[in-house]
């Protein structure tokens, strides 16, 4: 059956014409990529939704998010890459890889285009907050904060003013692990005044408690009432009978403050309830001070006994917890130091590959230079070449007519009978005899100076780059000085015959006596072939000017001045 409709769908495309068959592929192809993309952003979707219910990843979702990451960086947007690398990182840090955590959420947050309106900022908040919770768990104060201060930026660029706040009430957590309690205090009270500026009663009763707990330490009981009717009427942390809904810390605390006004009855009360929660470090140290006030030994020896055997348990988990943090710092910082190591040699390999290539182009470049330069000596050799051959065949041409009319004339001597003719002929042979030697030592002559003149160092550079000229103004006086040094009184005899000269026109008649080509003189002084023969139409009209005015007779009066 397969088979069947298999060939089916070829008899239907080797009837259609082949445009419309690419059509086809075409559209496929498109509907193939759309339905491939829709499914990777609905994986997307499924991760981060998992996220947000607060789902704990665990390593069977490394390849998932693998390949969402490797995805989503060649395709999507600039969101779809904040995402994935974000959802990344949770996987990572729900695993307890901090390390490889931060590098996901770095790479997050460089992934964020926060130009665009459309920037996901509510995800890059949520970046910033679980950087800020990593440093903070492996005692990164300095980190810490730089995360919340960047976390507080982006919520106010999202007008969320409730996670703004948190941020900023966030910043009392790297103080803390600095010790610097005076900055807690402040970072407390001002939270609390910016809660209540937006309204958000609730969350500036429940700053307080940091407030509480320094001034129970400083033993400030007057403030620390303060704080404590707040927290107790406003926070929303207790129920109808007063009974704390949920934590045990406070207890203590309260206690705290009772034992510190006298009333110990009530402050043992507290203690115990601190107990009753679980806490019995906190309990335990309370009662000691109850009875330690009270003056009982027998009590005191036996609350000493029980704090101390659960203070020496929650040292060994504090410890225990510390040494934790002290690794994993080691171990992000380590990993910090290899990428900043692979990153330097990445940059030092880029700069080689990049000099490498710099070194290619220039030798590249030497050599097409070289290159062009040898075409250019070889072309003008060729020309060289070229114009000793013209006056090599003009030579022969002459010889050939002078052997003809030297025929001529033996012919004629032979014919004559009287003296006079044959004497007649005889001289006029021998006048065209030494015209013939003489115009072939002129010619001779005419070519070792042309060789003489294109040879010379300014010929030579205005043959090799005929633009020369146009950036040169000093060129001329050295082309001047060559036809003056090879042919003297040339341009004397030019001037009186020529006095009203433009410099264009007595440019060309340089050039001309040099015996450069048409072609050449033009590209020297910038004008077309056609410009340039008008130049010689026009100085052929000055010359002669009851004439018809011709480039090729003001040629031949160069060539003899």
């Known amino acids: 059956m397969i088979s069947l409709v298999f060939s089916w769908f070829i008899r239907i495309f080797a009837t259609m014409k082949s445009k419309w068959i690419l059509l086809i592929l075409v559209l496929f192809a498109m509907t193939a990529c759309t ?33 969402l990451v490797s995805y989503f960086d060649h395709h999507g947007s600039a969101n779809d890459r904040m995402m994935a690398h974000y959802v990344q990182g949770r996987v990572y840090h729900d695993m307890g890889e901090a390390p490889r955590a931060l590098e996901c959420y770095q790479r997050a947050a460089e992934q964020a285009d926060t130009t665009r309106t459309d920037c996901d900022l509510y995800t890059l908040y949520a970046v910033y907050g679980q950087m800020a919770t990593l440093f903070h768990r492996q005692y990164l104060p300095d980190d810490e ?32 692990l600095n010790g610097e309690k005076d900055s807690m205090l402040f970072v407390a009270k001002k939270a609390r005044e910016k809660y209540l500026t937006a309204g958000y009663r609730k969350e500036a009763a429940q700053v307080v408690y940091i407030s509480l707990n320094i001034c129970l330490d400083r033993q400030n009981v007057s403030e620390a009432r303060q704080w404590l009717g707040i927290y107790e009427q406003e926070s929303g942390n207790f129920d109808e009978d007063g009974n704390l809904i949920k934590g045990g810390m406070f207890y203590y605390d309260k206690g705290r403050y009772l034992l510190q006004i006298g009333q110990i009855d009530s402050a043992k009360l507290y203690f115990e309830k601190t107990l009753a929660k679980g806490l019995p470090e906190a309990g335990y140290k309370g009662l000691l001070s109850v009875y ?44 910090v130091k290899e990428a900043q190591r692979l990153k330097e040699a990445n940059t030092l390999r880029g700069w080689l590959l990049c000099l490498g290539l710099l070194t290619l182009l220039v030798l590249l470049f030497l050599l097409l230079w070289v290159r062009a330069k040898a075409r250019e000596r070889k072309r003008r050799l060729q020309e060289l070449h070229r ?42 042979m021998e006048a065209l005899s030494f015209a013939i030697r003489k115009a072939n030592i002129k010619k001779e002559e005419i070519a070792m100076n042309t060789a003489h003149i294109q040879e010379s160092a300014a010929f030579r550079r205005l043959q090799d780059d005929p633009t020369i000229a146009r950036n040169d103004e000093g060129i001329w006086a050295e082309v001047e000085a060559v036809i003056i040094e090879t042919y003297p009184g040339f341009t004397d005899r030019l001037r009186l015959l020529l006095p009203k000269m433009s410099g264009k026109e007595w440019q060309v008649s340089l050039l001309l006596k040099a015996q450069l080509t048409h072609q050449l ?23 002669f000017p009851s004439e018809t005015p011709s480039s090729s007779k003001f040629d031949d009066f160069i060539g003899s001045l």
């Open 387 to 428: 114009i000793h051959e013209e006056l090599q065949a003009k030579y022969v041409l002459l010889t050939e007519d002078y052997e003809q009319k030297l025929e001529e004339m033996k012919r004629q001597q032979e014919q004559a009978t009287d003296s006079d003719d044959s004497q007649s002929l005889s001289q006029k």
């Open 521 to 543: 003189i033009a590209e020297i002084i910038c004008e077309t072939q056609g410009g340039e023969s008008n130049i010689r139409r026009r100085l052929s009209k000055k010359l």
């Open 292 to 335: 330690e006030q009270k003056k009982k030994p027998d009590s005191i020896a036996k609350y000493a006994k029980l704090f101390a055997a659960a203070n020496d348990s929650n040292f060994m988990h504090v410890n225990q917890q510390q040494v934790e943090q002290v690794r994993a710092s080691y171990n992000y910082r380590k990993h």
């Open 145 to 176: 904060m730089q995360a919340q201060e960047m976390a507080e930026r982006i919520a106010w660029k999202d007008r969320d003013t409730l996670n703004a706040l948190k941020a900023f009430e966030l910043r009392i957590r790297p103080y803390y």
């Open 35 to 67: 339905a491939d993309h829709e499914a990777m952003r609905q994986r997307l979707k499924y991760v981060s939704d998992c996220n947000r219910a607060d789902t704990v990843f665990t390593e069977r979702w490394l390849p998932t998010v693998d390949s």
